[in-house]
C-alpha cells in the first residue's frame, strides 16, 4: 500500500511542522496529537516514514544496532564494529494496538528455559522494533496507563528494562514517538500529558475552498496511489534532503543567554511544573533554527517552541481545556528580549551547546535536539503546480476563528417576536473530594483505581496454572509444583527440572475502573437556584473522582415528564462536565422514566463491555410527579436494577427542616446506600470516624473511671 504523501497534506502545517522537528530530534520528545476524528492525525504520521534516511542496522540483529556504535549490553551482542557487518534498511513506523499486553510492549523472557538451563531467551517487543524509527500509539488516551508509562519511560531514557524473578534484560530503545487521540474519548492524565515533548491540536477547516481541496487530493491518491505519490515525489524528496541537512547542522547551533532568559521567564510566567518545559522548549527552538538553516537561535524561534511546548502543560485539572494566551507571551518575550546596547553575546557555549549540554540522540543514534521551523517556512508552503494537474497546488490559508459574536444567531425579521429569554443554568459549586464509592465484590475490569478486581498488577493473593500467555511466575508455586518430579526421576543434586506444566502464575488483585452512571434529577422540584449550583458542585466532584479513577462515565437526566441520555457512557469526564453546566431545570418530576432509561443504558453496555461494572449513582430528592402513581412506579423500576445486581447509591438531595425521606427509601428499593450533599465529602467521613471514635473512647474512660 502507497502512503499517502506527507506535504500532499491540506491544512495541518503545526501537525507536519511537530512531526519534522521529531524527524529532526527525538530528544524534543515525540509528539500528541489531539483532535476530532477525520482530521488525517493517523495519516500524517504514516506519510512521515517515507521522509526519514534509510538506517544501517548489524546484520541479523533484532535490536537495530548501528554496526559503527553497536550496544554494548544488546541481548544479541557483542556485535563486531567496522565495515562489512551491517545493511541499510528503510526506517520502520510501528504500531501500537490499544490492547496490546505489557509482555508486547517490551518483550517477554521464555521463563521455563531462563529457570531449567539458565540462559535469556528473549523474545523483543515493540520497543525493539521501533529502535530508531517510528512508534505510533493511535488513541493513546485509551491505553492502559501503566503500558503508558512503560512507553514514556523508555522514550525519555532511551531503554528498555524487562525484570522477571530476578532474570533481567537491557536492550537500546531510540524512537520518535507520537501519540494521537481524540479528547471526546477520554484525557490523558496532566502527569503523562507532561511526558510528551509537542502537543498540537487539529481540527477540520470550516473553509469551503480548503475542505474542496482535501477532497480533490484524497480521491486523486485513492483513485491512482502510485501516479498521486509520483506528482509529490520531488517535494519529498527536498524534505529528505532538508531534513539530513537539519540534522547536520544541529550540533552547531547555539542556544545563547538571552534565549535561555527568554525560554526560563516564558516557563516561569505560565506558571508550568517542573523544569520539562524548559528543557524541551530549548531543544525545540534548536531545531528550530537548524531546520530553518540558521546556527543562532532567535526570538522567533522561542515563541514558536512556546507555542507547541506549553499549552498542554498548563492543564490543571481535566476541566481544563489546553491553551497559551499568545498576547501574554508576546509581552514576555519582549521583557526579556535583549537590549540593543548589549552587543553580541561572546561565543561561550561553542557548537551543539545545548540545556543538556550536548545534542541529543536521532532516531538512527546521531545527533539529535529540537527541530522545526516557523511557520512561513513550512514545507506545505513551498511553490505547488497547478491543481487541474492533479499536483501539488496552492493551500488556500488557514481561515480565522470566528469568534463568539461571530458565531450568535441572527435577530429575528422586521416585525417577528422575539423568543424570551432562557433562565441562564445555575452555575456549579465548587468541586470538593468525594469520599470513595465502589462496587461490591471482586471484579475482573479494565485496571483502575475504583473497585477491587483480580488485575495483572496489585498484591499476589495466590497462584494457578497460566491461561493463556504466562503472566507474571509465581516462583515459590512453580517450585512446588516441580518438586515431585524431582524425587521420582531421582534428580536431587543435579539442578531443577522445570517443566511447562509446572509452571504457575501470580494472581493478584488491584483495583478496577467502573462505569458511573450518573442519574440526575433535573426537575422542578431541584430548580431552586442554589440547591441546583450544590447539585451540580456535587456532581461535579463525584466526576473529578471518576476521572482520577480511570472510570467510564454516563448521565442521564429526567425533567418536564420524560428522561433522556445527556451522556452517552464515555472516557470523557470533560464532556460530562459541559453538559452538566448547561443543564437546563423546570417541570415535573418523572423518577421512573430517569431510572428505567438508565436500566436500558446499562444493558446496552453489558453487552459491549461484559466485564466493566457499573455503579449507579442517582441525585434526587426522591421526589415523583406525573403519571398515575408516580412513587410507585419509581419504586418498581427501582426493583427491577435491584434484581439486575446493579450496585446503587442515592445522593439524597432534600433540604428543609420538614423531610420525607423519599431518597432514603428510594436506596431502599434500589437494594443500594443513601448519602446527602454533606455525607458526600470525603472530609465529612473523616470528621465522623474522630467523633465516633472520641465518644467511644471517653465511654471507655467513664466506664474506667
Given at each position: 500500500m502507497i502512503p499517502y504523501p506527507f506535504p500532499a497534506l491540506v491544512g495541518q502545517e503545526d501537525l507536519q511542522l511537530s512531526l519534522l522537528l521529531n524527524a529532526v530530534s527525538p530528544a524534543i520528545g515525540g509528539v500528541l496529537v489531539r483532535g476530532e476524528k477525520g482530521t488525517a492525525k493517523s495519516t500524517a504520521?504514516?506519510?512521515?516514514?517515507?521522509?526519514?534516511?534509510?538506517v544501517e542496522v548489524v546484520a541479523g540483529c533484532r535490536f537495530s544496532c548501528d554496526p559503527a556504535s553497536p550496544d554494548p549490553g544488546c541481548p544479541d551482542g557483542p556485535h563486531a564494529v567496522g565495515a562489512g557487518t551491517g545493511e541499510t534498511r528503510p526506517a520502520r513506523m510501528v504500531e501500537l494496538?490499544?490492547?496490546?499486553?505489557?509482555?508486547?510492549?517490551?518483550g517477554a523472557l521464555d521463563i521455563e528455559r531462563a529457570l531449567s538451563e539458565g540462559v535469556k531467551a528473549f523474545e523483543p517487543g515493540?520497543?525493539?522494533?521501533?529502535?530508531?524509527?517510528?512508534?505510533?500509539?493511535?488513541?493513546?488516551?485509551?491505553?492502559?496507563?501503566?503500558?503508558?508509562?512503560?512507553?514514556?519511560?523508555?522514550?525519555?531514557?532511551?531503554?528498555?528494562?524487562?525484570?522477571?524473578?530476578?532474570?533481567?534484560?537491557?536492550?537500546?530503545?531510540?524512537?520518535?514517538?507520537?501519540?494521537?487521540?481524540?479528547?471526546?474519548?477520554?484525557?490523558?492524565?496532566?502527569q503523562l500529558l507532561d511526558r510528551f515533548g509537542l502537543t498540537v491540536e487539529v481540527a477540520a477547516s470550516r473553509e469551503p475552498e480548503q475542505r474542496v481541496e482535501v477532497?480533490?487530493?484524497?480521491?486523486?491518491?485513492?483513485?491512482?496511489?502510485?501516479?498521486?505519490?509520483?506528482?509529490?515525489?520531488?517535494?519529498?524528496?527536498?524534505?529528505?534532503?532538508?531534513?539530513?541537512?537539519?540534522?547536520?547542522?544541529?550540533?552547531?547551533?547555539?542556544l545563547g543567554d538571552a534565549a535561555l532568559r527568554q525560554i526560563a521567564a516564558t516557563c516561569a510566567a505560565f506558571e508550568v511544573d517542573g523544569m520539562r518545559a524548559d528543557l524541551v522548549m530549548a531543544r525545540t527552538a534548536t531545531a528550530l533554527a537548524a531546520w530553518a538553516g540558521r546556527d543562532q537561535v532567535e526570538q522567533a524561534?522561542?515563541?514558536?517552541?512556546?507555542?507547541?511546548?506549553?499549552?498542554?502543560?498548563?492543564?490543571?485539572?481535566?476541566?481544563?481545556?489546553?491553551?497559551?494566551?499568545?498576547?501574554?507571551?508576546?509581552?514576555?518575550?519582549?521583557?526579556?528580549?535583549?537590549?540593543?546596547?548589549?552587543?553580541?553575546?561572546?561565543?561561550?557555549?561553542?557548537?551543539?551547546?545545548?540545556?543538556?549540554?550536548?545534542?541529543?540522540?536521532?532516531?538512527?543514534?546521531?545527533?539529535?535536539?529540537?527541530?522545526?521551523?516557523?511557520?512561513?517556512?513550512?514545507?506545505?508552503?513551498?511553490?505547488?503546480?497547478?491543481?487541474?494537474?492533479?499536483g501539488p497546488a496552492d493551500r488556500p490559508s488557514l481561515p480565522e476563528q470566528a469568534g463568539p459574536?461571530?458565531?450568535?444567531?441572527?435577530?429575528?425579521?422586521?416585525?417577528?417576536?422575539?423568543?424570551?429569554?432562557?433562565?441562564?443554568?445555575?452555575?456549579?459549586?465548587?468541586?470538593?473530594?468525594?469520599?470513595?464509592?465502589?462496587?461490591?465484590?471482586?471484579?475482573?475490569?479494565?485496571?483502575?483505581?475504583?473497585?477491587?478486581?483480580?488485575?495483572?498488577?496489585?498484591?499476589?493473593?495466590?497462584?494457578?496454572?497460566?491461561?493463556?500467555?504466562?503472566?507474571?511466575?509465581?516462583?515459590?508455586?512453580?517450585?512446588?509444583?516441580?518438586?515431585?518430579?524431582?524425587q521420582a526421576r531421582g534428580r536431587r543434586g543435579s539442578g531443577l527440572v522445570v517443566r511447562r506444566d509446572d509452571l504457575r502464575e501470580a494472581v493478584r488483585e488491584g483495583r478496577e475502573g467502573n462505569l458511573v452512571l450518573f442519574v440526575v434529577d433535573a426537575s422542578g422540584s431541584m430548580a431552586a437556584r442554589q440547591r441546583m449550583s450544590a447539585v451540580k458542585g456535587a456532581v461535579l466532584s463525584l466526576l473529578l473522582d471518576a476521572y482520577q479513577r480511570r472510570d467510564k462515565v454516563g448521565?442521564?437526566?429526567?425533567?418536564?415528564?420524560?428522561?433522556?441520555?445527556?451522556?452517552?457512557?464515555?472516557?470523557?469526564?470533560?464532556?460530562?462536565?459541559?453538559?452538566?453546566?448547561?443543564?437546563?431545570?423546570?417541570?415535573?418530576?418523572?423518577?421512573?422514566?430517569?431510572?428505567?432509561?438508565?436500566?436500558?443504558?446499562?444493558?446496552?453496555?453489558?453487552?459491549?463491555?461484559?466485564?466493566?461494572?457499573?455503579?449507579?449513582?442517582?441525585?434526587?430528592?426522591?421526589?415523583?410527579?406525573?403519571?398515575?402513581?408516580?412513587?410507585?412506579?419509581?419504586?418498581?423500576?427501582a426493583g427491577l436494577l435491584a434484581a439486575d445486581g446493579v450496585a446503587s447509591v442515592v445522593v439524597d438531595c432534600e433540604q428543609g427542616h420538614v423531610r420525607l425521606g423519599l431518597a432514603r427509601e428510594l436506596a431502599q428499593y434500589l437494594g443500594g446506600e443513601a448519602v446527602t450533599l454533606d455525607e458526600l465529602r470525603a472530609d465529612a467521613v473523616t470528621a465522623l470516624v474522630r467523633r465516633t471514635t472520641g465518644a467511644q473512647d471517653a465511654r471507655i474512660a467513664g466506664r474506667a473511671a
Open positions: 504520521v504514516r506519510a512521515l516514514t517515507a521522509l526519514l534516511p534509510p494496538p490499544v490492547g496490546a499486553s505489557e509482555d508486547r510492549l517490551v515493540l520497543l525493539a522494533d521501533a529502535h530508531r524509527g517510528i512508534l505510533y500509539v493511535d488513541e493513546v488516551n485509551l491505553l492502559h496507563d501503566h503500558l503508558v508509562d512503560l512507553l514514556l519511560d523508555a522514550a525519555a531514557m532511551g531503554s528498555s528494562y524487562v525484570e522477571r524473578e530476578g532474570v533481567s534484560v537491557r536492550h537500546a530503545a531510540r524512537f520518535l514517538l507520537v501519540g494521537t487521540m481524540n479528547p471526546e474519548e477520554g484525557e490523558l492524565r496532566p477532497v480533490r487530493r484524497r480521491l486523486a491518491h485513492d483513485d491512482d496511489p502510485e501516479a498521486f505519490a509520483a506528482r509529490w515525489a520531488d517535494e519529498e524528496q527536498r524534505l529528505r534532503e532538508r531534513i539530513a541537512a537539519a540534522r547536520a547542522l544541529l550540533p552547531r547551533v547555539r524561534d522561542v515563541r514558536q517552541a512556546a507555542l507547541l511546548a506549553l499549552p498542554h502543560r498548563r492543564r490543571r485539572n481535566p476541566f481544563d481545556a489546553p491553551g497559551l494566551d499568545e498576547e501574554m507571551l508576546d509581552r514576555t518575550l519582549e521583557e526579556h528580549a535583549p537590549q540593543e546596547d548589549e552587543g553580541p553575546e561572546p561565543p561561550d557555549g561553542g557548537p551543539g551547546d545545548g540545556p543538556d549540554g550536548g545534542p541529543g540522540d536521532g532516531p538512527d543514534g546521531g545527533p539529535g535536539g529540537g527541530g522545526g521551523v516557523p511557520p512561513q517556512d513550512a514545507p506545505s508552503q513551498s511553490g505547488q503546480a497547478p491543481r487541474d494537474e492533479g459574536a461571530a458565531q450568535e444567531p441572527s435577530g429575528t425579521g422586521t416585525g417577528a417576536q422575539a423568543p424570551a429569554a432562557p433562565q441562564p443554568a445555575a452555575p456549579a459549586g465548587e468541586p470538593f473530594k468525594a469520599r470513595a464509592l465502589t462496587v461490591p465484590g471482586l471484579g475482573e475490569g479494565a485496571a483502575g483505581r475504583r473497585s477491587r478486581a483480580r488485575t495483572a498488577h496489585g498484591r499476589t493473593t495466590g497462584a494457578r496454572r497460566p491461561q493463556g500467555a504466562l503472566g507474571k511466575l509465581h516462583l515459590a508455586a512453580t517450585v512446588q509444583a516441580a518438586a515431585p518430579h524431582q448521565m442521564v437526566t429526567f425533567r418536564r415528564g420524560d428522561a433522556e441520555v445527556t451522556l452517552p457512557p464515555t472516557s470523557s469526564v470533560d464532556a460530562a462536565a459541559a453538559r452538566l453546566e448547561t443543564l437546563p431545570t423546570g417541570g415535573r418530576t418523572p423518577l421512573a422514566a430517569g431510572l428505567l432509561r438508565a436500566r436500558e443504558v446499562l444493558r446496552v453496555e453489558r453487552l459491549r463491555d461484559p466485564a466493566r461494572r457499573a455503579l449507579l449513582v442517582t441525585v434526587t430528592d426522591g421526589r415523583a410527579t406525573g403519571g398515575p402513581e408516580p412513587l410507585v412506579r419509581a419504586r418498581q423500576a
